[in-house]
């Protein structure tokens, strides 16, 4: 760790060569490999990341070693451990689907749990005291119905929530508008409030992943936000979208990946990014301002689903090359 710290890489390279634990963490919870990405020691880190030093190990105050690198201003030691991080992840998720890891979609349990709209549909909270979306989202969803429906053509959004993406694609007047939703309540919530008999719209209860596959039809702007799925499910939806959006259509959703810590928020953006590449989609990050350090917004939630600062990307605009 002393040499870490110091950046004399040759000295790390013969601990590491003999054996020393690079894994080690002191009473801060700090390793070697932060302590020279505070430093902003680039030899060091990689030496360190090639021993196997994981990445995404945290401090005890919550931070990994991009964190403490982007916090020192230490941009190309920053630069490294994403690389690290990308690549570890995307291996790990390659091996998962090679091994056959199943992706189910949404829980069963969540399926069967009763859902509550609050009296002023400011939350919907599942069973457990969940937010499944909440009302602070408006402004996001308003900047991703700006970038999907402002060609007013044929529009899909799979999860309907609130509601909140759905009536702000209404305000611009789409050729169409396509909802997938899957529970039962929000599906009877939307009966309720007669979103089955507004002009334009069509309903299709189920699983995505049970009736997009067969729906054959090509949008202009395409949301995606889900609940009770992983990254692993939002994967299978991304290889449907060269079959579900038209050329130059617009694809965004809702970027809660990795929610709590700025660093992780950061790979998988950029995994994302990578991810669109491969399917012929360039992407955009657009920051949005955010704030939800009110404690009285998060009262009687136990799933604190967003913590980033104020400013963070948001919102990802895929368009098609």
Not at 78 to 92: F, K, Q, T
Not at 131 to 152: D, I, K, Q, R, T
Not at 193 to 216: A, K, M, S, T
Request: hydrophobic share 40%; with cysteine.
């Amino acid at each position: 760790m002393n040499a870490a710290a110091k950046g004399d890489v040759h000295r790390v390279r013969e601990l590491l060569d003999s054996g020393a634990d690079h894994l080690y963490q002191d009473d801060k919870g700090q390793n070697a490999l932060m302590l020279a990405s505070m430093a902003g020691h680039d030899s060091v880190v990689e030496a360190l990341l090639e021993a196997g030093t994981p990445w995404n190990a945290l401090d005890k105050d919550g931070n990994c070693a991009g964190d403490l690198a982007m916090l020192a201003g230490h941009q190309s030691t920053a630069n490294l451990l994403l690389e690290a991080g990308v690549r570890a992840e995307m291996v790990l998720g390659a091996l998962e689907r090679k091994l056959g890891k199943e992706t189910a979609g949404p829980s069963h349990d969540y399926l069967q749990q009763r859902l509550q709209y609050d009296a002023d549909s400011e939350r919907l909270m599942d069973a457990d005291d969940r937010a499944v979306m909440m009302a602070w989202e408006g402004p996001l969803m308003e900047a991703h119905a700006h970038a999907v429906a402002a060609s007013g053509g044929d529009i899909l959004n799979v999860g309907f929530g609130l509601g909140l993406v759905d009536e702000a694609i209404q305000r611009r007047r789409p050729r169409s508008h396509t909802i997938v939703e899957v529970h039962p309540d929000v599906h009877a919530r939307m009966l309720q409030l007669g979103w089955h008999q507004r002009p334009g719209v069509r309903i299709l209860f189920g699983r995505w992943q049970d009736v997009l596959p067969q729906l054959g039809a090509q949008f202009d702007g395409i949301f995606f936000d889900t609940y009770s799925e992983f990254y692993d499910d939002m994967q299978d939806f991304h290889v449907l979208l060269p079959r579900l959006l038209r050329p130059d259509g617009i694809y965004s959703f809702f970027h809660g990946l990795a929610a709590d810590n700025a660093f992780f928020h950061a790979v998988y953006s950029e995994i994302v990014k990578r991810e669109m590449a491969s399917l012929g989609l360039s992407t955009q990050f657009v920051p949005l301002p955010i704030n939800v350090t009110d404690p009285k917004i998060w009262e009687g939630v136990r799933n604190k689903y967003w913590q980033l600062d104020t400013s963070t990307a948001c919102c990802l605009l895929g368009v098609e090359q």
